[in-house]
């Protein structure tokens, strides 16, 4: 499968750009002040590391963007929550069929990326693409009144579009960051984009998320 860096090129800044502009034609917000929560999905080295076989030659692009979120939340008292995919025989499922690999939490490379800062919010460990899937995510969010959820991390096409789908489906709003994920190529990515924007995300680039939060926007 090639493999490639794509977020700062001209063709997908003008195909996301164009899916950005018909949200915004639809009056959608990026954010609800007071009732968002930030997902940070598998931010790990597993898929950062150049040495990993799931290495996202992207990833690396999206975490300064996902950096400034984090603290922005954070300074805001919004919750911040970084997934950790963990997998061990028994709950592999599908995935254990589907890939050669699993992420085992022994791994050096199942740690998130030091250059986000996990402090600042909570470690939920999830085992499937789904974040929801058999996790107490939906609960930690209900209990904090939130309503709208951001997603951001890697993959694009896989945990990011089918967390954004459980999200939708259990009642939460959803913005999805063009340029706040990444994956394997710009094919996938505008995929999701293309199908998240038609029944349940609204689109918007980390700058416009940032803008409403800052209430500029």
């Known amino acids: 499968m090639a493999r490639d860096i794509y977020l700062d090129g001209e063709s997908f800044r003008r195909e996301s750009t164009k899916l950005v502009e018909q949200a915004a034609e639809l009056g959608r917000s990026a954010f609800t002040p007071g009732k968002?929560?930030?997902?940070?999905?598998?931010?790990?080295?597993?898929?950062?590391?150049?040495?990993?076989?799931?290495?996202?030659?992207?990833?690396?692009?999206?975490?300064?963007?996902?950096?400034?979120?984090?603290?922005?939340?954070s300074e805001r008292h919004l919750p911040v929550i970084f997934t950790r995919h963990l997998n061990t025989p028994e709950n592999g499922g599908a995935l254990a069929l589907w890939w050669s690999d699993l992420i085992r939490e022994e791994d050096p490379l199942s740690e998130i990326t030091t250059d986000l800062d996990t402090s600042i919010g909570v470690v939920l460990r999830k085992s499937q693409y789904d974040a929801f899937h058999d996790t107490d995510l939906e609960k930690r969010l209900k209990a904090e009144g939130i309503e709208r959820v951001i997603v951001t991390g890697v993959m694009t096409h896989l945990c990011c579009e089918t967390t954004a789908r459980a999200a939708f489906v259990r009642g939460f709003e959803v913005t999805f960051p063009v340029d706040g994920t990444a994956t394997y190529g710009e094919d996938f990515h505008l995929a999701t984009l293309l199908n998240l924007s038609h029944g349940f995300a609204t689109l918007a680039f980390v700058e416009d998320v940032t803008a409403c939060a800052l209430g500029d926007g």
């Open 36 to 73: 968002t929560a930030l997902l940070v999905l598998d931010m790990q080295m597993y898929f950062l590391d150049s040495g990993s076989h799931a290495h996202v030659p992207g990833a690396a692009d999206i975490v300064p963007g996902i950096r400034r979120l984090a603290a922005l939340f």
